[in-house]
Protein backbone atom coordinates (compact mmCIF):
# COMPACT_ATOMS: atom_id res chain seq x y z
CA UNK A 1 0.00 0.00 0.00
CA UNK A 2 0.98 3.79 -1.02
CA UNK A 3 2.25 5.96 1.95
CA UNK A 4 0.61 9.39 1.85
CA UNK A 5 3.21 11.89 0.67
CA UNK A 6 2.34 14.22 4.16
CA UNK A 7 4.02 10.83 5.78
CA UNK A 8 6.89 10.65 2.87
CA UNK A 9 7.98 14.60 3.68
CA UNK A 10 7.30 14.13 7.12
CA UNK A 11 10.15 11.15 7.30
CA UNK A 12 12.59 12.83 5.15
CA UNK A 13 12.08 15.92 7.13
CA UNK A 14 13.02 13.89 10.07
CA UNK A 15 16.31 12.21 9.06
CA UNK A 16 16.92 15.97 8.30
CA UNK A 17 16.92 17.53 11.27
CA UNK A 18 18.43 14.18 12.75
CA UNK A 19 21.77 14.77 10.89
CA UNK A 20 21.63 18.13 11.70
CA UNK A 21 21.42 17.95 15.11
CA UNK A 22 24.49 14.88 14.99
CA UNK A 23 26.51 17.51 12.97
CA UNK A 24 25.77 20.41 15.61
CA UNK A 25 26.72 17.63 18.57
CA UNK A 26 30.12 16.57 16.92
CA UNK A 27 30.56 20.12 16.69
CA UNK A 28 29.64 20.93 20.20
CA UNK A 29 31.79 17.96 21.06
CA UNK A 30 34.88 19.22 19.23
CA UNK A 31 34.64 22.76 20.75
CA UNK A 32 33.90 21.54 24.10
CA UNK A 33 37.23 19.54 23.69
CA UNK A 34 39.10 22.33 22.48
CA UNK A 35 38.21 24.11 25.59
CA UNK A 36 39.06 21.75 27.58
CA UNK A 37 42.40 21.43 25.83
CA UNK A 38 42.84 24.96 26.20
CA UNK A 39 42.32 25.23 30.46
CA UNK A 40 43.96 21.99 30.69
CA UNK A 41 47.30 23.68 29.38
CA UNK A 42 49.09 24.52 32.01
CA UNK A 43 51.75 27.37 32.60
CA UNK A 44 54.19 28.15 35.75
CA UNK A 45 53.38 30.68 38.30
CA UNK A 46 55.69 33.55 37.74
CA UNK A 47 56.96 33.43 41.28
CA UNK A 48 60.95 32.91 41.63
CA UNK A 49 61.97 28.95 41.50
CA UNK A 50 64.69 28.34 43.44
CA UNK A 51 64.91 24.83 42.78
CA UNK A 52 65.22 22.72 39.55
CA UNK A 53 64.34 19.43 40.97
CA UNK A 54 61.37 20.01 43.08
CA UNK A 55 57.91 20.46 41.80
CA UNK A 56 56.32 24.21 40.98
CA UNK A 57 53.09 25.48 40.91
CA UNK A 58 50.96 25.75 37.97
CA UNK A 59 48.54 27.66 36.54
CA UNK A 60 45.79 27.93 33.29
CA UNK A 61 47.70 29.44 30.87
CA UNK A 62 45.38 32.65 30.96
CA UNK A 63 45.36 32.58 34.05
CA UNK A 64 46.17 36.33 35.88
CA UNK A 65 47.99 36.23 39.23
CA UNK A 66 47.25 39.79 39.70
CA UNK A 67 43.32 39.50 39.43
CA UNK A 68 42.93 39.65 43.09
CA UNK A 69 45.20 42.66 43.50
CA UNK A 70 43.94 44.34 46.62
CA UNK A 71 41.94 42.06 48.19
CA UNK A 72 43.50 41.81 51.78
CA UNK A 73 43.10 38.18 53.97
CA UNK A 74 44.29 36.76 57.36
CA UNK A 75 46.00 34.13 58.15
CA UNK A 76 46.09 33.32 62.13
CA UNK A 77 48.67 30.87 63.01
CA UNK A 78 50.20 29.33 66.26
CA UNK A 79 53.70 31.60 66.55
CA UNK A 80 55.73 28.36 65.34
CA UNK A 81 59.48 28.57 63.74
CA UNK A 82 57.74 27.28 60.28
CA UNK A 83 55.40 30.68 60.50
CA UNK A 84 57.86 33.53 61.43
CA UNK A 85 59.86 31.77 58.34
CA UNK A 86 56.65 32.21 56.40
CA UNK A 87 56.44 36.25 57.81
CA UNK A 88 59.68 36.58 56.85
CA UNK A 89 59.53 35.68 53.02
CA UNK A 90 55.76 36.92 52.69
CA UNK A 91 56.86 40.06 50.22
CA UNK A 92 57.48 36.96 47.40
CA UNK A 93 53.60 35.99 47.62
CA UNK A 94 52.60 39.43 47.21
CA UNK A 95 54.63 41.05 44.80
CA UNK A 96 53.31 38.63 42.77
CA UNK A 97 49.87 38.77 43.48
CA UNK A 98 48.96 42.04 44.97
CA UNK A 99 46.94 40.27 47.63
CA UNK A 100 47.96 41.86 50.86
CA UNK A 101 48.27 38.99 53.87
CA UNK A 102 48.22 40.03 57.21
CA UNK A 103 49.50 37.10 59.76
CA UNK A 104 48.39 36.89 63.31
CA UNK A 105 50.74 34.90 65.23
CA UNK A 106 49.41 33.76 69.30
CA UNK A 107 49.83 30.79 71.32
CA UNK A 108 47.51 27.68 70.66
CA UNK A 109 45.03 27.92 73.35
CA UNK A 110 43.98 31.65 72.14
CA UNK A 111 44.49 30.59 68.24
CA UNK A 112 41.11 28.15 69.26
CA UNK A 113 39.87 30.33 71.42
CA UNK A 114 39.39 33.02 68.66
CA UNK A 115 38.81 30.62 65.81
CA UNK A 116 36.16 29.19 67.81
CA UNK A 117 34.35 32.68 68.41
CA UNK A 118 34.55 33.36 64.62
CA UNK A 119 33.38 30.30 63.78
CA UNK A 120 30.30 30.73 65.99
CA UNK A 121 29.18 33.92 64.47
CA UNK A 122 29.98 33.22 61.01
CA UNK A 123 32.23 36.35 60.86
CA UNK A 124 35.22 34.86 58.44
CA UNK A 125 38.12 36.74 59.92
CA UNK A 126 40.65 34.99 59.58
CA UNK A 127 40.42 33.31 55.93
CA UNK A 128 43.78 30.96 56.53
CA UNK A 129 43.70 29.00 59.54
CA UNK A 130 46.51 27.03 61.11
CA UNK A 131 44.09 24.25 61.59
CA UNK A 132 45.46 21.86 64.49
CA UNK A 133 43.61 18.69 63.78
CA UNK A 134 42.81 17.85 67.48
CA UNK A 135 41.69 21.38 68.51
CA UNK A 136 40.39 22.74 64.99
CA UNK A 137 39.83 19.97 62.42
CA UNK A 138 38.55 17.47 64.87
CA UNK A 139 35.77 20.04 65.93
CA UNK A 140 34.50 22.23 63.09
CA UNK A 141 35.09 20.61 59.71
CA UNK A 142 32.12 21.97 58.80
CA UNK A 143 33.42 25.46 58.92
CA UNK A 144 36.26 24.49 56.60
CA UNK A 145 36.22 24.52 52.48
CA UNK A 146 36.61 21.86 50.84
CA UNK A 147 39.92 21.65 48.93
CA UNK A 148 39.42 19.10 46.73
CA UNK A 149 36.45 21.24 45.52
CA UNK A 150 39.05 24.09 44.56
CA UNK A 151 41.74 22.02 43.43
CA UNK A 152 38.93 20.65 40.32
CA UNK A 153 38.00 23.73 39.05
CA UNK A 154 39.64 24.99 36.10
CA UNK A 155 40.11 28.50 36.60
CA UNK A 156 42.49 28.24 39.16
CA UNK A 157 45.62 27.09 39.59
CA UNK A 158 46.59 23.25 41.22
CA UNK A 159 47.61 21.93 44.60
CA UNK A 160 51.61 20.72 43.35
CA UNK A 161 52.47 17.50 43.64
CA UNK A 162 49.27 16.56 46.21
CA UNK A 163 51.25 13.21 46.62
CA UNK A 164 54.57 14.59 46.99
CA UNK A 165 52.85 15.26 50.77
CA UNK A 166 53.91 12.23 53.42
CA UNK A 167 50.98 10.54 53.10
CA UNK A 168 50.37 10.02 56.96
CA UNK A 169 50.89 14.04 57.49
CA UNK A 170 47.83 14.32 54.95
CA UNK A 171 45.73 11.79 56.10
CA UNK A 172 45.88 13.06 59.41
CA UNK A 173 46.12 17.07 59.12
CA UNK A 174 43.86 16.56 55.97
CA UNK A 175 41.03 14.87 56.15
CA UNK A 176 38.54 14.40 59.22
CA UNK A 177 36.14 10.99 59.60
CA UNK A 178 36.71 9.93 55.29
CA UNK A 179 38.75 11.08 52.22
CA UNK A 180 35.30 12.32 51.40
CA UNK A 181 36.41 16.25 51.60
CA UNK A 182 39.71 17.32 51.99
CA UNK A 183 40.05 20.65 54.54
CA UNK A 184 44.05 21.26 55.02
CA UNK A 185 47.15 21.10 53.44
CA UNK A 186 50.12 19.74 55.50
CA UNK A 187 52.21 22.64 56.83
CA UNK A 188 54.54 21.95 59.74
CA UNK A 189 55.70 18.46 61.04
CA UNK A 190 56.86 18.65 64.60
CA UNK A 191 57.56 15.42 66.07
CA UNK A 192 58.33 14.40 69.82
CA UNK A 193 62.32 12.78 69.44
CA UNK A 194 65.01 11.83 72.54
CA UNK A 195 67.40 15.23 72.85
CA UNK A 196 70.93 14.21 74.38
CA UNK A 197 74.38 15.98 75.35
CA UNK A 198 76.85 14.16 73.32
CA UNK A 199 79.67 15.60 75.33
CA UNK A 200 78.31 14.19 78.85
CA UNK A 201 77.75 10.45 77.24
CA UNK A 202 81.29 10.83 75.83
CA UNK A 203 82.75 11.80 78.79
CA UNK A 204 81.48 9.46 81.50
CA UNK A 205 80.89 6.52 78.46
CA UNK A 206 83.85 4.30 80.24
CA UNK A 207 83.14 4.78 83.65
CA UNK A 208 78.96 3.72 82.91
CA UNK A 209 80.52 0.98 81.08
CA UNK A 210 82.79 -0.14 84.05
CA UNK A 211 80.43 -0.12 86.79
CA UNK A 212 76.96 -0.73 84.62
CA UNK A 213 78.24 -2.96 81.73
CA UNK A 214 76.71 -1.77 78.83
CA UNK A 215 77.01 1.21 75.72
CA UNK A 216 75.04 4.03 77.55
CA UNK A 217 74.86 5.96 74.42
CA UNK A 218 70.95 6.98 73.48
CA UNK A 219 69.98 4.84 70.19
CA UNK A 220 67.18 3.70 68.63
CA UNK A 221 67.50 0.34 70.68
CA UNK A 222 67.19 2.06 74.04
CA UNK A 223 64.23 1.09 75.89
CA UNK A 224 62.33 3.12 78.77
CA UNK A 225 63.64 0.54 81.30
CA UNK A 226 66.89 1.81 80.10
CA UNK A 227 66.12 5.17 80.05
CA UNK A 228 65.44 5.11 83.74
CA UNK A 229 68.63 3.39 84.71
CA UNK A 230 70.57 5.33 82.42
CA UNK A 231 69.15 8.78 84.38
CA UNK A 232 69.41 6.98 87.42
CA UNK A 233 72.70 6.57 87.47
CA UNK A 234 73.53 10.48 85.85
CA UNK A 235 71.15 11.67 88.83
CA UNK A 236 73.44 9.69 91.36
CA UNK A 237 76.84 11.32 89.63
CA UNK A 238 75.58 14.45 89.77
CA UNK A 239 74.65 14.72 93.47
CA UNK A 240 78.35 12.84 94.09
CA UNK A 241 79.52 16.22 92.32
CA UNK A 242 81.51 13.92 89.49
CA UNK A 243 78.84 14.82 86.81
CA UNK A 244 78.98 18.60 86.92
CA UNK A 245 78.09 19.55 83.32
CA UNK A 246 73.93 19.18 84.30
CA UNK A 247 71.89 20.55 86.66
CA UNK A 248 69.43 17.18 86.30
CA UNK A 249 69.70 14.21 84.46
CA UNK A 250 66.06 14.79 82.90
CA UNK A 251 63.54 17.03 82.33
CA UNK A 252 59.65 16.58 81.09
CA UNK A 253 57.31 18.82 79.52
CA UNK A 254 54.83 18.02 81.98
CA UNK A 255 52.75 20.89 82.72
CA UNK A 256 49.01 20.58 83.55
CA UNK A 257 48.67 21.56 80.04
CA UNK A 258 48.95 19.48 76.50
CA UNK A 259 52.25 18.97 76.89
CA UNK A 260 51.80 16.70 79.81
CA UNK A 261 49.15 14.63 77.64
CA UNK A 262 52.11 14.69 75.20
CA UNK A 263 54.62 13.69 77.24
CA UNK A 264 52.83 10.90 78.68
CA UNK A 265 51.35 9.33 76.09
CA UNK A 266 54.47 8.63 74.66
CA UNK A 267 55.44 6.36 76.87
CA UNK A 268 51.72 4.77 77.08
CA UNK A 269 52.23 3.89 73.58
CA UNK A 270 55.49 2.89 74.05
CA UNK A 271 54.09 0.53 77.06
CA UNK A 272 51.35 -0.86 74.19
CA UNK A 273 48.60 1.10 75.98
CA UNK A 274 46.21 3.59 74.12
CA UNK A 275 43.44 5.41 74.88
CA UNK A 276 40.98 3.90 71.91
CA UNK A 277 40.61 0.35 69.93
CA UNK A 278 40.29 1.48 66.88
CA UNK A 279 43.88 1.79 64.58
CA UNK A 280 42.28 4.53 62.36
CA UNK A 281 41.25 6.96 64.97
CA UNK A 282 44.41 8.71 64.97
CA UNK A 283 44.59 8.55 61.26
CA UNK A 284 41.55 9.43 59.35
CA UNK A 285 39.49 10.61 63.31
CA UNK A 286 36.10 9.63 64.40
CA UNK A 287 33.20 11.75 64.58
CA UNK A 288 31.56 9.40 66.61
CA UNK A 289 34.08 7.53 68.77
CA UNK A 290 33.30 4.32 71.17
CA UNK A 291 34.17 4.39 74.56
CA UNK A 292 37.63 4.97 75.55
CA UNK A 293 39.89 1.95 76.75
CA UNK A 294 42.80 3.43 79.05
CA UNK A 295 43.22 1.67 81.85
CA UNK A 296 44.18 -1.63 80.97
CA UNK A 297 47.17 -3.51 82.45
CA UNK A 298 49.35 -2.27 79.96
CA UNK A 299 47.93 1.44 80.58
CA UNK A 300 48.43 1.15 83.91
CA UNK A 301 51.94 -0.03 83.79
CA UNK A 302 52.43 2.86 81.69
CA UNK A 303 51.35 5.43 84.42
CA UNK A 304 53.11 3.74 87.25
CA UNK A 305 56.68 4.17 85.27
CA UNK A 306 55.61 7.37 83.92
CA UNK A 307 55.36 8.67 87.63
CA UNK A 308 58.71 7.47 88.39
CA UNK A 309 60.37 8.59 85.74
CA UNK A 310 59.18 12.22 86.34
CA UNK A 311 59.66 11.78 90.16
CA UNK A 312 63.30 11.16 89.02
CA UNK A 313 63.45 14.35 86.88
CA UNK A 314 64.16 17.84 87.01
CA UNK A 315 61.38 19.10 89.51
CA UNK A 316 60.57 22.14 87.42
CA UNK A 317 59.29 19.22 84.61
CA UNK A 318 55.83 20.12 86.57
CA UNK A 319 55.58 23.67 85.58
CA UNK A 320 57.60 23.61 81.77
CA UNK A 321 55.54 23.14 78.54
CA UNK A 322 57.73 22.54 75.40
CA UNK A 323 58.90 26.07 75.47
CA UNK A 324 60.00 25.47 78.92
CA UNK A 325 61.50 22.33 78.76
CA UNK A 326 63.57 23.24 75.57
CA UNK A 327 64.34 26.38 77.17
CA UNK A 328 66.01 24.29 80.33
CA UNK A 329 67.83 21.88 77.78
CA UNK A 330 68.95 25.05 75.65
CA UNK A 331 70.48 26.37 78.80
CA UNK A 332 72.50 23.22 79.66
CA UNK A 333 70.31 22.29 82.88
CA UNK A 334 69.07 18.47 81.65
CA UNK A 335 71.56 15.56 79.97
CA UNK A 336 68.33 13.97 78.34
CA UNK A 337 64.52 14.94 77.46
CA UNK A 338 62.22 13.96 74.97
CA UNK A 339 62.36 17.35 72.71
CA UNK A 340 60.05 18.82 69.70
CA UNK A 341 62.55 18.19 66.97
CA UNK A 342 62.01 21.82 65.57
CA UNK A 343 64.11 23.44 68.63
CA UNK A 344 67.17 21.96 67.31
CA UNK A 345 67.79 24.96 65.63
CA UNK A 346 67.35 27.02 68.81
CA UNK A 347 69.52 24.63 70.53
CA UNK A 348 72.64 25.31 68.07
CA UNK A 349 72.13 28.96 67.94
CA UNK A 350 75.10 30.26 70.23
CA UNK A 351 72.97 33.20 71.10
CA UNK A 352 70.47 31.48 72.59
CA UNK A 353 71.93 28.49 73.76
CA UNK A 354 74.65 26.41 76.39
CA UNK A 355 75.03 23.16 74.01
CA UNK A 356 75.10 24.74 70.46
CA UNK A 357 77.43 21.83 69.45
CA UNK A 358 76.68 19.59 72.10
CA UNK A 359 73.26 18.18 70.73
CA UNK A 360 72.75 14.55 69.80
CA UNK A 361 69.16 13.02 68.83
CA UNK A 362 67.81 9.79 68.67
CA UNK A 363 64.34 8.19 68.81
CA UNK A 364 62.28 8.12 71.89
CA UNK A 365 62.87 5.09 73.99
CA UNK A 366 60.92 2.03 73.04
CA UNK A 367 59.01 -0.60 75.23
CA UNK A 368 56.34 -4.09 74.58
CA UNK A 369 54.39 -1.79 72.12
CA UNK A 370 57.33 -0.27 70.30
CA UNK A 371 58.37 3.49 69.74
CA UNK A 372 55.98 5.91 69.83
CA UNK A 373 57.31 9.15 68.63
CA UNK A 374 54.23 11.72 68.97
CA UNK A 375 53.51 13.75 65.92
CA UNK A 376 52.01 17.10 66.53
CA UNK A 377 52.00 18.56 62.96
CA UNK A 378 49.52 21.11 61.60
CA UNK A 379 48.05 22.27 58.57
CA UNK A 380 46.73 25.22 56.89
CA UNK A 381 42.65 25.45 55.87
CA UNK A 382 40.59 27.75 54.44
CA UNK A 383 37.33 29.34 56.48
CA UNK A 384 34.20 29.24 54.66
CA UNK A 385 32.71 32.22 56.28
CA UNK A 386 35.23 34.21 54.23
CA UNK A 387 34.14 36.05 50.75
CA UNK A 388 34.22 34.67 47.57
CA UNK A 389 37.18 36.72 46.58
CA UNK A 390 38.59 36.02 49.69
CA UNK A 391 38.59 32.36 49.61
CA UNK A 392 39.94 32.59 46.38
CA UNK A 393 42.77 35.14 47.13
CA UNK A 394 42.96 32.05 50.36
CA UNK A 395 43.70 29.47 48.05
CA UNK A 396 46.75 31.04 46.03
CA UNK A 397 48.24 31.63 49.41
CA UNK A 398 47.65 28.21 50.49
CA UNK A 399 49.34 26.37 47.63
CA UNK A 400 51.96 28.79 47.39
CA UNK A 401 52.65 28.38 51.44
CA UNK A 402 52.86 25.03 51.15
CA UNK A 403 54.16 24.28 47.78
CA UNK A 404 57.90 22.40 47.29
CA UNK A 405 59.26 25.50 46.52
CA UNK A 406 57.83 27.47 49.34
CA UNK A 407 58.64 25.28 51.98
CA UNK A 408 62.57 24.77 50.74
CA UNK A 409 62.59 28.54 50.91
CA UNK A 410 61.10 28.79 53.91
CA UNK A 411 63.75 25.49 55.45
CA UNK A 412 66.63 28.12 54.39
CA UNK A 413 65.18 31.08 55.99
CA UNK A 414 67.00 32.60 58.59
CA UNK A 415 64.10 32.85 60.49
CA UNK A 416 62.97 29.44 62.66
CA UNK A 417 63.36 26.26 62.12
CA UNK A 418 61.10 24.81 59.66
CA UNK A 419 61.70 21.11 58.39
CA UNK A 420 59.10 20.17 55.35
CA UNK A 421 56.24 17.90 54.72
CA UNK A 422 57.05 17.23 51.50
CA UNK A 423 59.16 14.17 50.04
CA UNK A 424 60.75 15.60 47.58
CA UNK A 425 62.74 17.99 49.29
CA UNK A 426 64.38 15.36 51.66
CA UNK A 427 65.25 13.80 48.68
CA UNK A 428 67.34 16.47 47.14
CA UNK A 429 71.07 15.35 47.21
CA UNK A 430 72.22 18.56 48.55
CA UNK A 431 69.86 17.52 51.76
CA UNK A 432 70.28 14.15 52.07
CA UNK A 433 73.79 14.82 52.36
CA UNK A 434 73.22 17.08 55.65
CA UNK A 435 70.89 14.57 57.16
CA UNK A 436 73.15 12.25 56.44
CA UNK A 437 76.26 14.05 57.93
CA UNK A 438 78.09 14.64 54.95
CA UNK A 439 77.97 18.20 54.87
CA UNK A 440 78.49 19.51 58.27
CA UNK A 441 79.78 23.28 57.46
CA UNK A 442 75.93 23.27 55.61
CA UNK A 443 73.92 26.26 56.92
CA UNK A 444 71.09 23.88 56.88
CA UNK A 445 72.73 21.97 59.66
CA UNK A 446 71.25 23.56 63.03
CA UNK A 447 67.57 22.82 61.47
CA UNK A 448 68.42 19.22 59.72
CA UNK A 449 70.48 17.56 62.78
CA UNK A 450 68.04 15.68 64.09
CA UNK A 451 66.44 14.90 60.72
CA UNK A 452 68.05 11.35 61.00
CA UNK A 453 65.91 10.43 64.11
CA UNK A 454 62.61 12.31 62.58
CA UNK A 455 62.45 10.46 59.67
CA UNK A 456 62.62 7.34 61.12
CA UNK A 457 60.22 8.67 63.86
CA UNK A 458 58.04 8.61 60.38
CA UNK A 459 57.94 5.38 59.72
CA UNK A 460 54.32 4.05 60.20
CA UNK A 461 55.73 1.27 63.14
CA UNK A 462 57.39 4.62 64.67
CA UNK A 463 54.66 7.50 64.67
CA UNK A 464 52.29 8.12 66.65
CA UNK A 465 49.25 10.25 66.45
CA UNK A 466 47.15 11.07 68.68
CA UNK A 467 42.64 10.39 68.85
CA UNK A 468 41.11 12.79 66.19
CA UNK A 469 37.78 13.39 67.46
CA UNK A 470 35.61 16.40 68.03
CA UNK A 471 35.63 16.51 71.63
CA UNK A 472 39.43 15.57 72.25
CA UNK A 473 39.98 19.21 73.90
CA UNK A 474 38.05 18.52 76.57
CA UNK A 475 39.48 15.03 76.99
CA UNK A 476 42.43 16.07 76.80
CA UNK A 477 42.10 18.32 79.57
CA UNK A 478 40.64 15.61 81.93
CA UNK A 479 43.59 13.57 80.77
CA UNK A 480 46.43 16.18 82.20
CA UNK A 481 44.23 17.69 84.75
CA UNK A 482 44.31 13.66 86.25
CA UNK A 483 47.71 13.13 85.88
CA UNK A 484 48.65 16.49 87.61
CA UNK A 485 47.11 15.22 90.46
CA UNK A 486 49.39 11.50 90.47
CA UNK A 487 52.36 13.70 89.75
CA UNK A 488 51.19 15.26 92.77
CA UNK A 489 50.35 12.10 95.05
CA UNK A 490 47.21 13.13 94.75
CA UNK A 491 45.67 9.60 93.46
CA UNK A 492 47.83 6.45 92.38
CA UNK A 493 47.95 5.59 88.79
CA UNK A 494 44.98 3.10 88.58
CA UNK A 495 42.74 5.70 90.27
CA UNK A 496 44.20 8.30 87.46
CA UNK A 497 43.25 6.31 84.60
CA UNK A 498 40.27 5.33 85.31
CA UNK A 499 39.11 8.30 86.49
CA UNK A 500 39.98 10.16 82.94
CA UNK A 501 37.80 6.98 81.48
CA UNK A 502 34.87 7.86 83.67
CA UNK A 503 35.07 11.43 82.93
CA UNK A 504 34.94 10.26 78.96
CA UNK A 505 32.63 8.12 78.67
CA UNK A 506 30.05 9.27 81.04
Known sequence: MRKPLYVIIFFLFSILVLGLSLRFNQTSASRSDINDSTVSELETAPFTIWEDDLPVIQAPADFDWRRLSGVDITFISENTPPTQALASNISHFER??????????????????KVGLDFNAGAGKYDLIYADPYRVLSSYPDHLVDLKKMNQSKQLPHIPA???????????????GSTNHLYALPYDSPTTVLAYRKDVFRKYESLFMKEMGYDWT??????WAQYYEIASWIQKKISAGVIDEVDYAIGNQAKQHDSLMIDFTNVLVAFGGSYYDSEQIGK?????????????????????????MLDLAAPESLTWGWKGVARAFASGKLAMSPQWHEYSAMFEDPSRSNVAGKVGWTLLPRGKGGHANM??????????????????????????????????????????????????????PAIEKV?????????????????????KAWKNENTYMRPKVPDWWRINTYIYTELTKMLRDKQSPKQTLRRIEEKVNH
Not at 96 to 113: E, S
Not at 435 to 455: C, F, Q, T, Y
Open 96 to 113: VTGIDVKIIQTDLDTLVQ
Open 375 to 428: FGGTGIAINKDSNEEEKKAAWLFLIWATSPQVQYMTLRSDYGGYTPTRHSIYEL
Open 435 to 455: INGENPNSPLRDKLLPMHAVL
Open 284 to 308: LGDLDPEAMNLATPQGIRAARFYKK
Open 162 to 176: LNDFIKSQLTVLGYM
Open 218 to 223: PDENMT
